[in-house]
């Protein structure tokens, strides 16, 4: 059992910038790859990022490449981050964090996530 807990959402100006943290507890955080998702209103829940195991690969959805970058500490912290930069209003959303064992690089599918945190809601205003 892996227990996940975000944390760093808050409401910001288009253009400002957040950082979520995502911390595990439980089994071995270093044998799991995370992932970030997030559900706007009205929408269905989508992948926006992942990392494998050993940090050594990273996936972005396209509308946030070059603005988001994903990260762990695989050390004492056991906690996975969210960097957003130059954040537009589309990014508002509740943004989950996601471990798999499934996938040592890291996966875009929801399925491959053994275990989910219960989210933190980031607000972009114009």
């Known amino acids: 059992q892996v227990q996940l807990v975000e944390s760093g959402g808050g409401a910001v100006q288009a253009g400002g910038s957040l950082r979520l943290s995502c911390s595990a507890s439980?089994?071995?955080?270093?044998?799991?790859?995370m992932g970030w998702f997030r559900q706007a209103p009205g929408k269905e829940q989508e992948f926006v990022t992942t990392?494998?195991?050993?940090?050594?690969?990273?996936?972005y959805q396209d509308s946030v490449k070059g603005r988001f970058t994903i990260s762990r500490d695989n050390g004492a912290a056991n906690t996975v981050y969210l960097q957003m930069n130059s954040l537009k209003p589309e990014d508002t959303a509740v943004y989950y964090c996601a471990a798999s064992s499934l996938a040592a690089g890291g996966s875009y599918l929801k399925r491959d996530y053994n275990y989910w945190g219960q989210g933190t809601q980031v607000t972009v205003s114009s």
């Open positions: 439980g089994r071995t955080f270093r044998n799991y790859a």
């Open positions: 990392i494998s195991w050993s940090g050594e690969s990273t996936y």
